[in-house]
């Protein structure tokens, strides 16, 4: 969304842009945002690292990561004319469903992403960001801006650490000494020399605890993620096979992963979402993986409308599960289900199912030729 402004609009002296700065904050939480921060255009640190991340190679298949050139880390190239960034926080962790530790530790059930339970939060925060950036031209008149959430020529979590909504932790995520991490990140790329806030201090301290936790080994330091070992890149962002060496420590988890935010201490203080549009639909955080391997590509597309799981599409679906079945314990229900996608006409779910079905019955090494 882009206007065209009339800049004789903008305030021009120091106190009615700190009163602005203020009371668009304030408009920001009435709209459901628990927080908004204000930054400049700068980023170079991150630049730097970003350019080390790329030349190492994490971002795998997204190539779409390396496209844009600096534009990614310099606001201002990317839509010209912006001096400022509004940076905005929106929970997302519902006040209710099955706890995601019990989930995990069964087998059966089916691991969704907490943030992928409910609405697809791309519209909900675009929604918001576009009428928090009315909010203010009804305020002040036209003025030039533009919104953005998860959209990848823009290093959100960078932007929010500079507006002071948290710091960004060994993990990668950006969090919060009160809110924890289970929040989305969006913002409105502005024209107005708004007053900006202090930076967002650091808290991780000697803690490594995600480092640890993480079931592929995917942080490779802190602060850097190997996306090609993430098995939230494996189960959403990889269109291909998932890499035989990922496929048991995948467990459970057919959309996304939260381990490093689960065992993250901070994320004891989160308070959970109050939008509605984040709580599960469905049952999907307790759903039964032979339930969801069940579904046609028509009930897929009808269960998942409005959610972010629909943009991997059907047959990324069944890959993922697939492979989950093949980490359950043996059962004539999981063989039953997976026999029954064994001539799916997709190859990619063929072969998962293929190799659910060995994990399932594993060959005898004591007997010739494995049999
Ligand atoms: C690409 C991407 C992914 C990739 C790669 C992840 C990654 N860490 O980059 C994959 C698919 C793996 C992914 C997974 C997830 N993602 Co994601 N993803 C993005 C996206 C589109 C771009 C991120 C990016 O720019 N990466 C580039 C690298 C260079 O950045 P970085 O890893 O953050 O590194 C920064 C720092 O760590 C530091 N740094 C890097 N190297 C070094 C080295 C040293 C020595 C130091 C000191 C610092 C340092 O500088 C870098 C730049 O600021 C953003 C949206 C956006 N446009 O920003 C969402 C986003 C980051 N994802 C988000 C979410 C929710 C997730 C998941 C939790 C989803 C899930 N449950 O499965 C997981 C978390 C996995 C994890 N631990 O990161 C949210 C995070 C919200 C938050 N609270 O931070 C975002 C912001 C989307 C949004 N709008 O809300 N994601
Ligand atoms: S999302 Fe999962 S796989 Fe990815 S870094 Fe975090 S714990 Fe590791
Ligand atoms: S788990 Fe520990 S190291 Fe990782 S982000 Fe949280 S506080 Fe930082």
Not at 27 to 38: C, I, P, R
Not at 90 to 96: A, G
Request: aromatic content about 8%.
């Amino acid at each position: 969304m882009l206007n065209h402004p009339d800049a004789m609009s903008i305030p021009a002296d120091d106190s009615a842009l700190a009163q602005l700065a203020a009371d668009l904050k304030r408009w920001g939480s009435a709209l459901g945002f628990q927080q908004v921060g204000v930054t400049d255009t700068h980023l170079a640190a991150d630049e730097a690292h970003l350019q080390r991340w790329l030349a190492a190679g994490y971002h795998g298949a997204m190539a779409y990561m390396a496209r844009h050139g600096l534009k990614r880390s310099r606001p201002a190239e990317l839509v010209p004319g912006t001096v400022r960034i509004i940076s905005a926080r929106m929970d997302y962790r519902p006040p209710v469903g099955q706890d995601p530790r019990q989930v995990l530790a069964d087998p059966q059930l089916a691991y969704i992403s907490r943030y992928a339970l409910g609405r697809d939060y791309h519209k909900v925060l675009r929604q918001g960001l576009r009428q928090l950036a009315w909010r203010i031209e009804s305020a002040i008149g036209p003025f030039r801006w533009r919104v953005f959430t998860d959209s990848a020529p823009v290093l959100e979590k960078a932007l929010a650490q500079k507006a002071g909504l948290g710091w960004i932790g060994k993990h990668s995520n950006l969090l919060d000494r009160q809110a924890g991490s289970w929040f989305f990140l969006g913002e409105i790329f502005v024209d107005i020399p708004l007053p900006v806030d202090a930076p967002g201090a650091g808290h991780c301290g000697r803690c490594q605890a995600c480092l640890e936790a993480c079931p592929t080994r995917a942080i490779v330091a802190p602060y850097q993620v190997d996306a090609r070992r993430c098995l939230s890149y494996h189960t959403i962002e990889l269109p291909g096979a998932i890499p035989l060496e990922f496929r048991r420590p995948l467990g459970n988890r057919i959309y996304g992963c939260d381990d490093c935010q689960l065992v993250c201490p901070w994320n004891r203080f989160a308070r959970p979402t109050a939008a509605a549009e984040f709580l599960p639909r469905h049952g999907l955080d307790t759903a039964r993986l032979i339930d969801l391997f069940a579904w046609s590509e028509a009930e897929f597309l009808k269960r998942t409308e409005g959610s972010a799981i629909r943009r991997i599409g059907h047959q990324r679906w069944l890959r993922n599960i697939a492979v989950a079945l093949g980490n359950a314990p043996p059962s004539p229900g999981v063989a039953a289900a997976l026999n029954s996608r064994l001539a799916h006409p997709s190859e990619l779910v063929r072969e998962h199912v293929q190799w659910a079905l060995t994990a399932q019955n594993p060959p005898n090494p004591f007997t010739k030729g494995g049999k």
